[in-house]
């Protein structure tokens, strides 16, 4: 980190291509933009920002809900910076209070409750915000009797909260339990990094879990893992397609093809869309066109 400005500065403006890092194909941002940032080559799939995903779900416009809930710093936490100054820079420089935005609207004219998490901030970590904003979510969701998703992209639990971080795993677990017991489809998407706390709750309690290709998703990292029993971790180990293989989700969908997917996919737990516009007058005792 830090190298960038010793380098020779470049007369290509900034952010204008982009390499892809699997294939190395340089992209034009637009194109990739337009393509919801997947490889038009080899079908990479770029991390995007919570609001970039709720842009690929839903119609149009979305109603974001609990905007202002921030974090108290509830231990006074100090790593190699105050906990209190990261969280102020995060904000400053993602323009969100915290890890996850909640927002209302519809999917192919399904209405939805999506909570879409921020890797940007603090790595997505799930604090006390995240787990009340998540848990808002699943009671609004049972509330206004609307299929829920999640879609995860985090580090796990946020450490600088510590044991109040973990509580999380429960409370969000413990509200997904009631949106079962109404019978309420929750979908939970799990897209590159899933991993810690959040992978051991409620990213793995979907009625469908679906990951993105080729996404990191586990509890512990696998240089972790490898370190702890020694071994060497099998190919593809804790990427989504060894999970699907392994029976830990359900099924690994193209980014392009997600709002499809879900709009199949929560028509057959029941969802039914809203009405597309209020229907034609129709004049009494007037006669329709005869077909043809
Ligand atoms: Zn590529």
């Not at 290509?12 to 941002?29: M, R, S």
């Not at 409370?171 to 009631?178: D, E, G, N, Q, V």
């Not at 979907?206 to 099998?234: H, W, Y």
Request: glycine share 8%.
């Amino acid at each position: 980190m830090g190298s960038a400005s010793a380098e020779k500065p470049s007369r290509v403006p900034e952010g204008l291509w982009v390499k892809c890092p699997d294939c190395a194909q340089v992209l034009y941002n637009k194109d990739l933009e337009k393509n919801l940032h997947v490889c038009p080559k080899c079908a990479h799939h770029f991390r995007i920002s919570a609001a970039e995903r709720l842009r690929a779900l839903l119609d149009d416009d979305w109603t974001e809900h609990f905007p202002d809930l921030t974090s108290n710093d509830p231990l006074r936490f100090a790593d190699t910076k105050l906990y209190r100054d990261r969280l102020r820079t995060t904000m400053e420089a993602t323009g969100l209070k915290d890890a996850v935005i909640v927002a209302t609207g519809r999917l192919n004219r399904l209405d939805v409750v999506v909570a879409a998490m921020e890797y940007a901030f603090i790595g997505g970590s799930m604090g006390v915000v995240v787990g009340e904003k998540i848990t808002r979510a699943v009671e609004m969701a049972l509330e206004r009797r609307q299929p829920l998703i999640v879609v995860s992209c985090s580090g796990g639990a946020r450490m600088m909260e510590g044991a109040l971080s973990l509580m999380q795993m429960a409370k969000i677990s413990a509200a997904l339990a009631r949106l079962d017991r109404a019978r309420l489809p929750f979908v939970s998407i799990l897209t590159d990094p899933t991993t810690g706390g959040v992978t051991a709750s409620f990213a793995m309690l979907g009625d469908l879990n679906i990951g993105e290709p080729k996404a990191l998703i586990g509890f512990a990292g696998p240089r972790v893992i490898e370190q702890t029993i020694r071994q060497k971790l099998p190919a593809g180990f804790q990427r989504s397609e060894f999970l699907v293989e392994h029976g830990m989700l359900d099924l690994i969908v193209d980014r392009r093809e997600m709002k499809t997917v879900l709009e199949r996919a929560l028509q057959f737990f029941g969802a039914r869309p809203a009405p597309a516009a209020p229907p034609p007058l129709v004049v009494a005792g007037a006669d329709a066109e005869p077909p043809g």
